[in-house]
């Protein structure tokens, strides 16, 4: 539950963040906000594309989620 809350709170304040530069305002601390991944959390490994921590990328590719992936070998 702590871990939704802490990424609820950082959409919050992306949602911020996006309409003051709409209105053609800046934020009042622009370096609060930050990448977390949506499923878990994290901060730390977080690939933009993706909007996920390298880990969730990883078991989502393994499971088969993510299109166009395929498991190294050589």
Known sequence: MARKAIVIK???RLAQQEQAR???KKMKH?????NRCRLC????GYMRFFQMCRICV???V???DVVGF???SW
């Open 70 to 72: 395929k498991k190294a």
């Open 62 to 64: 393994a499971n088969g």
């Open 30 to 34: 622009p370096t609060r906000v930050y």
């Open 10 to 12: 950082a959409q919050r």
């Open 58 to 60: 990883r078991e989502r």
């Open 22 to 24: 709409a209105l053609g």
């Open 41 to 44: 959390g994290r901060i730390g």
